[in-house]
């Protein structure tokens, strides 16, 4: 079992910036894969962010040039860094970890979210 622990969300005038972190903690053998997703009132929950253990990242199309991934492997914590914030950035936001198990194969773990409110 993984666990994940996420924090920094809150509340932030349109411009400002947040720094979302999610901390893993469990029974991990190596972490393939982290990221963020997230889901506003109404819509589908999308990919925000994701870095591989080969450190390759991907945005979406609507966050790049504000949003950075990164990855402290050590303390098995990913972290987002949301600059220049939008009101349509607001949505809870979910820290994803895809975990390697040997012959298990690959497992999903999910973060409890944690909400981003941008005001305008």
């Known amino acids: 079992q993984v666990q994940l622990v996420e924090s920094g969300g809150g509340l932030v005038q349109a411009g400002g910036s947040l720094r979302l972190s999610c901390a893993a903690s469990?029974?991990?053998?190596?972490?393939?894969?982290m990221g963020w997703y997230r889901q506003a009132p109404g819509k589908q929950r999308e990919l925000v962010a994701s870095?591989?253990?080969?450190?390759?990242?991907t945005y979406a199309d609507s966050v790049k040039g504000r949003f950075t991934v990164s990855r402290d492997n050590a303390k098995n914590t990913v972290y987002l860094q949301m600059n220049s914030l939008k009101p349509e950035d607001t949505a809870v936001y979910y820290c994803?970890?895809?975990?390697?198990?040997?012959?298990?194969?690959?497992?999903?773990?999910w973060g409890q979210g944690t909400q981003v409110t941008v005001s305008s």
């Open positions: 994803n970890v895809e975990v390697y198990y040997g012959l298990r194969g690959l497992y999903d773990y």
């Open positions: 870095i591989t253990s080969g450190d390759k990242t």
């Open positions: 469990g029974r991990i053998s190596s972490i393939n894969a």
